[in-house]
Structures are given as C-alpha cells and as structure tokens.
C-alpha cells in the first residue's frame, strides 16, 4: 500500500496552519457562535458587477483570456493607477504605459508569483510582526527567510524600524497598509521613508493594499489612503477586488510595477494559473465603476464603537483601516492571548489569537465586518472577560 506520508515535502510540512485551525475546531463545537474572527466583508457584491458576470457567461465569455488578463480590465486598472499615481506616468493603454500590469487570481496569486520571481534561496525578506499569515509562509515557499520586524505596539512598519535588519541578502520588504490583523494605517511620512529607503538601499518594495478602500480617517471623499506608490514607481503595488466589493470568492486581483518583473510574474502565471477567472475578469471592469463609499462609512461607524467600547479595558492602537482591530490581552489577567481566545470561544465569541499572526502571543484579532448586534454582544463578553 502507498504510503502517502512518503510523498509529503519538507516544503509542505514547514507550513503550520495549527494556531488558526485550533479556533475553527473549536468553533466547530459551538451552536450559535459570535463569530468575529471573519476576514471578508458582510456584504455582497454590487448588482452591476453580478449582472456583468451573468452577461459575461452567457455571451460566451468563457474561455481562456489572455494570461496577462482581459485588455478591457487591464487597461482600466493601469488607467487608475496612472491617475492615482502621476509619477507613474502616462497611460495610454496597458500595454503602452511605463509600467507592468497583470490581472491576477485574487492578491494571494499575485503574491505567490511576485515570491516565486523575486526571491529565492539565500534572500532575505523583511515583512512586518504581526503580518498577514500568507506572507512567511510564501516566503518560505520561494526558499527565502522571512526576517521579523517588531512593530508593537504602534504596529507601524517605519524606515528606521526596517534599517537594522537590512543586510546584503536582503532582497524584499513587504509593506501592507491597511494593515491585517492590525487595521493600523501607515501615515504619507511612513510610506515616503519606506519608499525612500527602498529604492536607496535597492530592495524591492512590495506593497500589498488589498484593504486601500477601508480607510476611515480621510479629509473629504477624493482623498485616497496614503501609499508608497505615491514616492515610487519602482515597487511592486497589488491591489484586489475581494475586499472592495465582497467578492472574496471570485479570485480578482492585479499587480502593477516594473515591466519586467511583471514579464516574468506573467511567464509564471501562464504555467500556473494560466489566467484570472474570465467571466470575472469582465465583471471586474463593473465594479472598478462603483462607488463603495456607503460600506466604507458603515464600517467606519462599526471602527468608532470598537474603539469607544473597548477603551478603558483594553489597550488598542486605534486602527484606522480594514475591519480589525488588535487589542491586547489585559496583562493582569496573566493569560496568553490563546488563553484568552480559548476563553473567549467557550463563551462563545470567535476571535484570533496574535500568535497566529506574530512571534508574539499578547494580542488577538477581532473583524468588525459583522452586523451590529453580533458586534456589540462580541464586544460586550469580551469586555466582561476581561474583567474577570
Ligand atoms: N493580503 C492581505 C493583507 C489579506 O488580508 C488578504 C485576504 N485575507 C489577501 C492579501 C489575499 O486576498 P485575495 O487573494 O482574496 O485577493
């Protein structure tokens, strides 16, 4: 009989997905969880966009695309980014602007391909404590060393909290704003310096702003989240649908940056995604065309109330994008945060413990993407934990 375990890889097995397996299975147990550990939306996608991938099908758009991605959708991508960046150049159509762009499935594809490209065995990769779960995994993948940097309790990824750990293997930084787990934003002086010492220091900046819609603390409607993209064109910028239009399901994300760089991501992607789903590729060009702003005030309403309601009991870096927030276990009740967390899931309340996210277990996450009342009851047991 085969053994299976014999076909297993090291590769494979350096990935453990324990920590955040351990809440589900717990979860599992429970009849009527409040589940604030959810990392997507609790709203669903725009008619316009659903009725585009409806159209779509049924006018038979439903073959392969190009592997670089549909021209109507690529076009309008670097077309936004053209506008949104001056620096970046004038854009005429994709294939014709300064820089790369490839559509990709979801920012996860668009991050296993820039790793696959960009880094490799012997390369040192600076990314964020606490980070987005998939980035040391990724970079592990690729063969590289993801080197920490410690960003408590400001959880800001600065250039000079980045210049210590530079060293001549390293090859990457990788830089996200809004910010899973944190929901913490980095300022325009943050992501200058960042962009700055990038380019002076030739590392390659990768900056992954899937939550760039999700930002609360913006002075009138047409201002947008602070981005390195600002500073530099010489970086890698990836941006997705799943989170804007809750469209977390349908794989759509794209990645802009230096041309050929996006080449050989596109090389890659032709042997192993092939393309981004096609009918969502048109779909994707609806929903660039909506305005998400009534979302973005709801979940800045749900942020203030987190924020208000937590005060005093817990110590939280105010977040000002995506829909987490991170707060710390209250030192005096002695726990870890997956104590904590444990004790939160038998009274029923589904958050993540910070061990997940970090070298460090002091802090849990909790995603206000809920509706209000599944909020307030969450918040209220938690803060009555945390009083024990
Ligand atoms: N980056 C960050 C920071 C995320 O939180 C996520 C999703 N949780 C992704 C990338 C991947 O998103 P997707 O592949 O759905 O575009």
Known sequence: MLDPERFITPRAR???????????????????????SIGQPDFDVPESVK???????????????????AAPLRDKVARS????????????????????TLITSGVSGALVL??????????????????????KHLVTLAGAKP?????????QLTAERIEPYITPRTRMVLF????????????????????EICRERNILLLSDEIYDEFWYDREGVASRCPSPAS?????????????????TGWRLGYATGPRRIIEEMTKLQQYSFVCAPSMVQLAGVAALNEDVSAHVGDYRRKR??????????FELTPPGGAFYAFPKVPPALGLTATQFVERAVAASVLVIPGSVFSRSDTHFRLSYACDDRTLERGLDTLIGLARI
Do not use: H
């Not at 996200?176 to 962009?195: E, I, K, L, W, Y």
């Not at 500073?231 to 469209?247: A, V």
């Not at 203030?304 to 009991?313: F, S």
């Open 14 to 36: 350096a990935i453990d997905a324990s920590g955040i397996r351990r809440v589900f299975d717990l979860a599992a147990t429970l009849e009527d969880p409040i589940n604030l």
């Open 51 to 69: 009725e585009a991938a409806i159209r779509a099908i049924q006018d038979g758009f439903n073959r392969y695309t190009v592997t670089q991605g």
């Open 81 to 100: 980014i053209a506008a949104q960046f001056p620096g970046w150049g004038e854009v005429p159509s994709a294939d014709k602007a300064p820089f790369g």
């Open 114 to 135: 820039a790793m696959l490209v960009c880094v490799g065995p012997g390369d040192e990769v600076i990314i964020p404590d606490p980070y987005f779960v998939m980035y």
């Open 147 to 155: 080197v920490y940097v410690d960003t408590y309790p400001d959880f």
């Open 176 to 195: 996200n704003s809004p910010s899973n787990p944190t929901g913490v934003v980095a300022s325009d002086a943050v992501c200058r310096s960042v962009a």
């Open 231 to 247: 500073y530099s064109s010489d970086m890698l910028l990836l941006r997705g649908f799943s989170k804007t239009y809750g469209m």
């Open 304 to 313: 203030d109330l987190v924020i208000e309601r937590l005060a005093g009991t």
